[in-house]
């Protein structure tokens, strides 16, 4: 009996453990993520102790983006409240709001650069900008700042729901996408221009009078010059995904395509393609 006595102190030991580890993570506005334990919520400021400490800290929910909690649940501050419900914004202010995020941009299987990322981005919203019908696209350069601000990048939004990123950004709609582009096959083109000079105007003659007219060494033949080169061609496959999300953080659209083009920019038709499709492009 002790042997179990023993072993089911040993999992409740492990149990609590467990438990202990769990703590609340705020997210603040810079970026930065504070793990330990919310003691309380104040109207201008979060009562705060890091984990294994015990002294407490000050936190003003100014510079707060969410607190998730220890049990799951996830607290937005300010302008990043429920939909609708926020201080600064009202159902007006994100009502038919669109927003571009930048496009994720994997070149030969490998992350691309984020110029590319913004251009298609740009690219994206201008397209759909110039067929907007009814919407309101917040320009691009807003969407990257709120971004920045609540310390959303590449490498953690996917720690976020679509929801919270329209809530984040004031939209109530998201355009999420990805470009790939991967080398492919090389082509080669061979070309050869040649160009003909005669040597002189016609073959030499005596004429009526007896004299000679024209060049004797004349054979009224033509001579031909000709050059080749020779050029290299990179192909490229080119696919791209476009996701559209509303605020709730359902998906209302969800579309891949692969270029029949094998340029690297292919994918500027593709966008093209896509876009015409989606239920935010009015004619």
């Known amino acids: 009996m002790n042997k179990y006595i023993t072993t089911f102190l040993v999992f409740l030991f492990i149990g609590i453990s467990a438990i202990a580890q ?5 997210l603040k506005t810079n970026g930065e993520e504070m793990e330990g334990n919310v003691k309380a919520l104040n ?7 890091y984990k294994n400490e015990t002294i407490e800290y000050h936190v003003k929910t100014s510079d707060v983006v969410k ?3 220890a049990s799951g649940r996830v607290q937005f501050f300010n302008k990043f409240d ?4 926020s201080k600064n914004a009202s159902l007006e202010d994100y009502h038919n709001k669109v927003a571009v995020l930048p496009f994720a941009y994997i ?5 691309g650069d984020q110029m590319m990322s913004n251009k298609i981005q740009t690219e994206t919203f201008a397209i759909l900008n110039n067929h907007r019908g009814g919407l309101t696209y917040q320009s691009t350069n807003d969407t990257n700042v709120l971004l920045i601000k609540a310390g959303i990048t590449n490498n953690n939004i996917q720690g976020y729901t679509m929801g919270e990123i329209c809530n984040i950004l004031g939209v109530e709609f998201v355009v999420q996408g990805v470009v790939s582009v991967e080398k492919t096959t090389q082509q080669n083109y061979n070309s050869y221009y040649e160009t003909s000079k005669n040597k002189g105007n016609n073959k030499a003659y005596i004429d009526s009078k007896g004299h000679l007219v024209g060049n004797p060494m004349n054979d009224g033949k033509s ?7 020779s050029t290299n061609v990179q192909n490229y496959a080119t696919s791209m995904t476009i996701n559209v999300y509303n605020d709730k953080g359902n998906s209302i659209y969800s579309q891949d395509h692969t270029s029949f083009w094998n340029t690297q920019d292919a994918y500027k038709i593709t966008l093209k393609y896509i876009a015409k499709r989606m239920p935010l492009y009015k004619k």
Not at 107 to 111: A, F, P, S, T, V
């Open 22 to 26: 769990n703590f609340d993570i705020i």
């Open 43 to 49: 109207d201008d400021s979060i009562n705060f102790t």
């Open 67 to 69: 607190i998730t909690f």
């Open 82 to 85: 429920e939909p609708g419900n």
């Open 107 to 111: 070149k030969d299987q490998q992350e």
């Open 223 to 229: 001579q031909s010059y000709g050059s080749s080169s």
